[in-house]
């Protein structure tokens, strides 16, 4: 139904950035509340920020001040810029659209 593909990940030292994509395919995301996840220590990924179709952005205290997600509708494209990493930063980060739609997850590499 909506397929999502991340890119722009990659290594960086501390205090590099980044910034990651997801393109949505099959469906378009304007109606999706839409965000970045990563792995994290728990079992289940953890939210990193979310954007609704409002423009309403959330983010995990630790990366407030640092990350900002936005969202390009005419591309169908969400992002993540990521600013100030920092080695824990380091993860897997997937793109969810709504509940239930999951790219295939960008590697962020953040060392020295």
């Known amino acids: 139904q909506v397929q999502l593909v991340e890119s722009g990940g990659g290594s960086v030292q501390p205090g590099g950035s980044l910034r990651l994509s997801c393109v949505g395919s099959?469906?378009?995301?304007?109606?999706?509340?839409m965000g970045w996840y990563r792995q994290g220590s728990r079992e289940q990924r953890e939210m990193v920020a979310t954007i609704s179709s409002g423009d309403s952005a959330d983010y995990a205290d630790s990366v407030k001040g640092r990350f900002t997600i936005s969202r390009d509708n005419a591309k169908n494209t969400v992002y993540l810029q990521m600013n100030s990493l920092r080695p824990e930063d380091t993860d897997v980060y997937y793109c969810?659209?709504?509940?239930?739609?999951w790219g295939q997850g960008t590697q962020v590499s953040v060392s020295s």
């Open positions: 099959g469906t378009s995301l304007r109606f999706f509340t």
């Open positions: 969810l659209a709504g509940r239930a739609f």
